[in-house]
């Protein structure tokens, strides 16, 4: 069983719509947890930070964090076609490496 | 503009042949990471350095080497015995003071074995 699990979809919705994207995970010990949102043939680049339990809310992005089910939600409301791209969760413990478990990844794409 | 600089952008490669691939990183970073990125798997971990002249392996680091000479530079070599090379790989770099997670990442290689 991978530490963290991420349907890869794909996902395809019209533009408007609100995007739903989650991932489970094994580790207890996580204390951190990431979006990434990577553009074809591109490098990952930070969307979202959580730390701990909770929700966190970034213009039209929102993060969740369930520590008790051990699972983490990006919502995207209002999508545009700007946001077709993959979603990466990503999470880690309190180290010293700054190791970072990551999900497969969803592919999102937003239809105009 | 600060940034993590990695080349060439694609590679091909012979079966048997080992290829090098380069990560600069001009943001005065500590922390050196490569990951290798496969459809359907994410991004796994080859090997990370924290410090030069010291690195560590990571979950997937057979057939891979590197070095960390120099604090802006960790670069990759992919030898002859990893047995399926053909990925896109991405090198990534973080500041080290705080657990924030924020790695930046290149844009990523992408090496075809032929």
């Known amino acids: 069983q991978k530490e963290v699990e991420q349907d890869p979809g794909p996902l395809s919705v019209p533009e408007g719509a609100i995007v739903s994207l989650n991932c489970t995970y094994s580790n207890s010990a996580f204390q951190y947890f990431m979006w990434y949102r990577q553009y074809s043939r591109k490098g990952p680049e930070l969307l979202m930070y959580?730390?701990?339990?909770g929700n966190k809310e970034d213009g039209r992005f929102t993060a969740q964090v369930d520590k008790s089910s051990k699972y983490i939600s990006l919502f995207i409301r209002d999508s545009q076609p700007s946001d077709s791209a993959t979603y990466l969760c990503a999470m880690s413990a309190i180290t010293n490496d700054y190791k970072l478990s990551f999900g497969a990844g969803t592919t999102v794409t937003v239809r105009a | 503009d600060g940034g993590i600089t990695q080349s060439p952008k694609y590679l091909f490669r012979k079966e048997g042949q080992n290829v090098t691939l380069s990560c600069e990183q001009n943001l005065n970073h500590d922390a050196m990471y490569w990951y290798r990125q496969d459809p359907g798997q994410g991004l796994r971990l080859i090997y990370y350095s924290q410090i030069v002249n010291d690195f560590q392996k990571g979950d997937i680091a057979e057939g891979y080497s590197v070095s960390r000479e120099k604090k802006e530079s960790f670069p990759l070599t992919v030898t002859s015995a990893q047995k399926n090379p053909t990925a896109f790989y991405l090198c990534?770099?973080?500041?080290?003071?705080?657990?924030?997670?924020?790695?930046?990442f290149g844009e990523g290689s992408r090496l075809t074995v032929l």
């Open positions: 959580t730390y701990s339990s």
């Open positions: 990534a770099s973080t500041s080290g003071t705080g657990n924030t997670g924020e790695l930046f």
